[in-house]
Nanobody, 126 residues
Framework: VQLQASGGGLVQAGGSLRLSCAASGRTSNRYTMGWFRQAPGKEREFVAA????????YYADSVKGRFIISRDNAKNTAYLQMNSLKPEDTGVYYC????????????????????WGQGTQVTVSS
């Protein structure tokens, strides 16, 4: 499975961006998908995740109410809609996939995922 993240860029505070994560290779619409980010000088942190069924979503407290994770199974693509962006949202955003069938475990840690995209830079100016 290969994951390709895109959609990053430079935006002013209060603006919006939509990140995409396209999956290729041995794909399935039953992956648990996650987004993480890494700010300069900081460790990579959890941002959002969606269960394999699409019925459950999970968000870091810092983005709850502003970010929305979703997917288009026909396109094998996951999305992260980011609204009301703040300078502290700046970082490299990574998408990740957990391909374990009917996975119901944790989604908050890097080790919960099997494949990673290359990252896309998001910069929010004040």
């Amino acid at each position: 499975v290969q994951l390709q993240a895109s959609g990053g860029g430079l935006v002013q505070a209060g603006g919006s961006l939509r990140l995409s994560c396209a999956a290729s290779g041995r794909t399935s619409n039953r992956y648990t998908m996650g987004w993480f980010r890494q700010a300069p000088g900081k460790e990579r942190e959890f941002v959002a995740a969606e269960s394999w069924s699409g019925l459950s979503t999970y968000y870091a407290d810092s983005v709850k109410g502003r970010f929305i994770i979703s997917r288009d199974n026909a396109k094998n693509t996951a999305y992260l809609q980011m609204n009301s962006l703040k300078p502290e949202d700046t970082g490299v955003y990574y998408c990740a996939a957990n391909i374990r069938r009917y996975y119901s475990g944790s989604v908050y840690h890097e080790g919960d995922y099997d494949y990673w995209g290359q990252g896309t830079q998001v910069t929010v100016s004040s």
